[in-house]
T-cell receptor
Framework: GAGVSQSPSNKVTEKGKDVELRCDPISGHTALYWYRQSLGQGLEFLIYFQGNSAPDKSGLPSDRFSAERTGGSVSTLTIQRTQQEDSAVYLC?????????????FGSGTRLTVV | TQLLEQSPQFLSIQEGENLTVYCNSSSVFSSLQWYRQEPGEGPVLLVTVVTGGEVKKLKRLTFQFGDARKDSSLHITAAQPGDTGLYLCAGAEETSGSRLTFGEGTQLTVNP
């Protein structure tokens, strides 16, 4: 597709369950980013993939969070044993090689609610 | 501690008024970007500035990057209801690769 696609758009899960969030970046974009946004807040960096390099995981808040990017394209963010504080909108973005020059293209996000 | 401080956090004005939003930091950025986000959507890139002192204009929007590349401003002339949204600044530090750090945003409401 022409844009960044995220699924599901909404997810309600029970505390303690695992969830997987999917991101389909723009074809040809080598960089992929995950951020999360709490209500009315700015974006908190989670993880960044650049081509075949090791991902920058410095923003992951705990070892319950993990992400992978298969074949340099689709990415999955997994949250294990979800907690109520994990409730947020999870945003995925992609960019050509240098996002700092070309900017990010964001998906519409996955709204995660942990009850 | 927030790396990028945006002010004001909330702004409610009448159609036709002018406004300025500020983005400040103690860090130097190699580039700085402004995004606009509407409810239920991801942020959309408005502009990228890379040179200290740079000024860019996008119709009624004027963006300025500080001389020391630590701050930026967004000025909107004759605001319209369609300008309503969350405005986010985002900076790339020299050592952060392609990763951007975002401010907390300014929620702008333009009333008809």
């Amino acid at each position: 597709g022409a844009g960044v696609s995220q699924s599901p758009s909404n997810k309600v899960t029970e505390k303690g369950k695992d969830v997987e969030l999917r991101c389909d970046p723009i074809s040809g974009h080598t960089a992929l980013y995950w951020y999360r946004q709490s209500l009315g807040q700015g974006l908190e960096f989670l993880i960044y993939f650049q081509g075949n390099s090791a991902p920058d995981k410095s923003g992951l808040p705990s070892d319950r969070f993990s992400a992978e990017r298969t074949g340099g394209s689709v990415s999955t963010l997994t949250i294990q044993r979800t907690q109520q504080e994990d409730s947020a909108v999870y945003l995925c973005a992609s960019s050509p090689w240098t996002g700092r020059d070309y900017g990010y293209t964001f998906g519409s996000g996955t709204r995660l609610t942990v009850v | 501690t927030q790396l990028l401080e945006q002010s004001p956090q909330f702004l409610s004005i009448q159609e036709g008024e002018n406004l300025t939003v500020y983005c400040n930091s103690s860090s130097v950025f190699s580039s700085l970007q402004w995004y606009r986000q509407e409810p239920g959507e991801g942020p959309v890139l408005l502009v990228t500035v890379v040179t200290g002192g740079e000024v860019k204009k996008l119709k009624r929007l004027t963006f300025q990057f500080g001389d020391a590349r630590k701050d930026s401003s967004l000025h909107i002339t004759a605001a319209q209801p369609g300008d309503t949204g969350l405005y986010l600044c985002a900076g790339a530090e020299e050592t952060s690769g392609s990763r951007l750090t975002f401010g907390e945003g300014t929620q702008l409401t333009v009333n008809p």
